[in-house]
Nanobody, 122 residues
Framework: QMQLKESGGGSVQAGGSLRLSCSAA??????MGWFRQASGKEREPLVV???????TYSESVTGRFTVSKVRHNSTLFLQMNDLKPDDTAMYYC??????????????????RGQGTQVTVSS
């Protein structure tokens, strides 16, 4: 079964950048994405990259976050620029062979990693 592991989180000042990575063991054709969960808040879907390379971003990160993947080493990235304190959260990558829409990312995507913490200070 596919397994996901995130890395690249850390602490950064507002306006800074981070790049998250998600390594996928057992890579097969899957739709993938990133979501986050801040302390005391619900999960928030951020972006889906479907198996055909199409992307769908949430409004909250459009223009600041960019998803990409490197297939040969089975890695999904999330480049995050112009970070704000409201971006502070645990960030997770997820995958699913069937669902490919943003609204399903936090509810139906069946494979998830353990998360990586991002903290943005003002």
């Amino acid at each position: 079964q596919m397994q996901l592991k995130e890395s690249g989180g850390g602490s950064v000042q507002a306006g800074g950048s981070l790049r998250l990575s998600c390594s996928a063991a057992g890579w097969i054709l899957n739709h993938m994405g990133w979501f986050r969960q801040a302390s005391g808040k619900e999960r928030e879907p951020l972006v889906v990259l479907d198996a055909n390379g199409r992307t769908t971003y949430s409004e909250s990160v459009t223009g600041r976050f960019t998803v990409s993947k490197v297939r040969h080493n089975s890695t999904l990235f999330l480049q995050m620029n112009d970070l704000k304190p409201d971006d502070t959260a645990m960030y997770y990558c997820a995958a699913d062979p069937y669902y490919d829409d943003l609204s399903s990312l936090t509810t139906r995507f069946r494979i998830r990693g353990q998360g990586t913490q991002v903290t943005v200070s003002s």
